[in-house]
T-cell receptor, first 111, second 112 residues
Framework: TQLLEQSPQFLSIQEGENLTVYCNSS?????LQWYRQEPGEGPVLLVT?????EVKKLKRLTFQFGDARKDSSLHITAAQPGDTGLYLC???????????FGQGTELSVKP | DAGVTQSPTHLIKTRGQHVTLRCSPI?????VSWYQQVLGQGPQFIFQ???????GRGNFPDRFSARQFPNYSSELNVNALLLGDSALYLC???????????FGNGTRLTVT
């Protein structure tokens, strides 16, 4: 069974701080996606990484896929209150579009 | 352009009843997937349909069923509801099987 573990589960920081969220597995994934979900809404795709060692940047967010394609990280620089939300990593299998989600990291950025 | 639309947005049912949730994909998208998200957890895969055929099924009991219509919309049916079925049910559409998922805002099901 493929599982993804995210850490930390909860993170409360002040505006301007940096943070890193980790997503780990013992399984290899064909791709790794990061989503952000706000209360009352569905997850919104932030990025997809497919190559081991790949790094992608989205403004203040940096995503990295592990060399072995078993883990990923999300780093946010100078967090803003607008970054508040539930961050989810999801691994793609070779079974079409089925995604395996981590349990999420609840981020709260206080002004 | 309209995103993925789900109906109803909220639903309260009693144990033992059945429920039908509906999803309209983004225009042009041929695949629809269903996920269950229990409070405090990440979404869990239930079904994926592509061109009206089931292409994937998660680890859910036979009380859960789904179908996709010729217009690519989809229904998720749950029979004999249990308290543990209370969750946010998310529908996602994609252009083809393994292209990026676009999620709707979900249906919040409460079973009492």
């Amino acid at each position: 069974t493929q599982l993804l573990e995210q850490s930390p589960q909860f993170l409360s920081i002040q505006e301007g701080e940096n943070l890193t969220v980790y997503c780990n597995s013992s399984s290899v994934f064909s791709s790794l996606q990061w989503y952000r979900q706000e209360p009352g809404e569905g997850p919104v795709l932030l990025v997809t990484v497919v190559t081991g060692g790949e790094v992608k940047k989205l403004k203040r967010l940096t995503f990295q896929f592990g060399d072995a394609r078993k883990d990923s990280s999300l780093h946010i620089t100078a967090a803003q209150p607008g970054d508040t939300g539930l961050y989810l990593c999801a691994g793609g299998s070779n079974q079409g579009g089925k995604l395996i989600f981590g349990q999420g990291t609840e981020l709260s950025v206080k002004p | 352009d309209a995103g993925v639309t789900q109906s109803p947005t909220h639903l309260i049912k009693t144990r033992g009843q059945h429920v039908t949730l509906r999803c309209s994909p983004i225009s042009g998208h041929k695949s629809v997937s269903w996920y269950q998200q229990v409070l405090g957890q990440g979404p869990q895969f239930i079904f994926q349909y592509y061109e009206k055929e089931e292409r994937g099924r998660g680890n859910f009991p036979d009380r859960f069923s789904a179908r996709q219509f010729p217009n690519y919309s989809s229904e998720l049916n749950v029979n004999a509801l249990l308290l543990g079925d209370s969750a946010l049910y998310l529908c996602a559409s994609s252009f083809v099987l393994d292209s990026p998922l676009h999620f709707g805002n979900g249906t919040r099901l409460t079973v009492t």
